[in-house]
């Protein structure tokens, strides 16, 4: 896939300044080249890491890396299925399209031989609409949703910010005890 790369590259910095720099070099994630690798389980960003490196890469995006709803009898088709991956269902690292715990710390530890940035995306306003899925774990918190009222106004900033996106049980952000556990787990993430 990222055969054929030549040892020097280009990277466009956010700012528009060019800069060059060789494969071995490190370059700042902001002046750096993101590879979202959305989809991609945590084998194969490991299994990739050199490629991904060569081709003049920086940092890698994961897709959620969080426990998320097991959706359609377990279907791994990522391309088909990718919206269950936006339907938490407990904070913990690990779910049946990306991999294990395990397997993402395997990744981040290649990734680090490589000088390679990992940023994961992480939902933290929503959980699933299937209230049952949810983790005893989150529902334990007290006051930790705002429930699951459609949003209808879309010109209304109240609207949007306190109610559902279809149905997905809302998170209420501004309690302190929700904060500290989402706090927590993007903690795990950087392990």
Known sequence: M??????????????????????????????????????????????????????????????????????????????????????????????YQLGTEAEFIEMNRVAEQYGIKIIVDAVLNHTTSDYNAISSEVKSIPK??????????????????QNSLLQLWEWNTQNPEVQQYLLKFLKKCSC
């Not at 991609?40 to 969080?66: D, H």
């Not at 930790?144 to 910010?161: A, F, K, M, Q, Y």
Request: include cysteine; glycine fraction near 8%.
């Open 144 to 161: 930790w949703t705002h429930g699951n009222t459609l949003i209808e106004n879309w010109g209304s900033r109240w609207d949007v910010t």
């Open 2 to 95: 990222f055969a054929g790369i030549e040892q020097a590259f280009t990277i466009t910095s956010v700012n528009g300044e060019t800069i060059v720099a060789s494969s071995n070099q490190q370059v700042s994630m902001k002046d750096g080249t993101v590879l979202h690798a959305w989809c991609w389980s945590f084998n194969s960003i490991k299994e990739n890491m050199a490629a991904i490196k060569e081709a003049g890469y920086t940092s890698v995006q994961t897709s959620p890396i969080n426990a998320v709803v097991v959706g359609n009898g377990g279907d791994k088709k990522f391309t088909e299925q990718w919206y269950y991956h936006y339907q938490p269902t407990a904070y913990t690292i690990g779910n």
